[in-house]
Nanobody, 140 residues
């Protein structure tokens, strides 16, 4: 059973930055995908960004250019660098892991598409493990 522990949440003003981290108790050597999801009050959970052990990543349009996802495989840690934060980024942020799954770039698309990869991920049963979440509040 893999345990995921998120950290780095907090409250900042609009335009500020935060760095979220998610440390796994264990991870496979390769062929896994990790991701950040968030759920705002009264809304459904949504994917923010995904990254895989092969170095690929993809982002939601709402955070593209502002957030950066990265995996430190040696430390079994997933990071999310969040800049230019907006009030609409307020949510509980969850870390998740899917083993035996890598992101795909479909040939008819110019880049790795988050939506299609989410469909693939959900079609294969969704993430194997979830963290408990960390609250991020953007407010002046």
């Amino acid at each position: 059973q893999v345990q995921l522990v998120e950290s780095g949440g907090g409250s900042v003003q609009p335009g500020g930055s935060l760095r979220l981290s998610c440390t796994a108790s264990e991870l496979p050597r390769d062929s896994y995908t990790m991701g950040w999801f968030r759920q705002a009050p009264g809304k459904e959970r949504e994917a923010v960004a995904l990254a895989d052990s092969a170095g690929k990543s993809t982002y939601a349009d709402s955070v593209q250019g502002r957030f950066t996802i990265s995996i430190d495989s040696a430390k079994k840690t997933l990071h999310l660098e969040m800049n230019s934060l907006k009030p609409e980024d307020t949510a509980v942020y969850y870390c998740a892991v899917k083993t035996n799954f890598l992101l795909r770039r479909y040939v008819h698309l110019p880049e790795i598409d988050l939506a299609i990869n989410l469909e693939d991920l959900q079609g294969s049963g969704g993430p194997n493990y979830w963290g408990k979440g960390v609250l991020v509040t953007i407010s002046s």
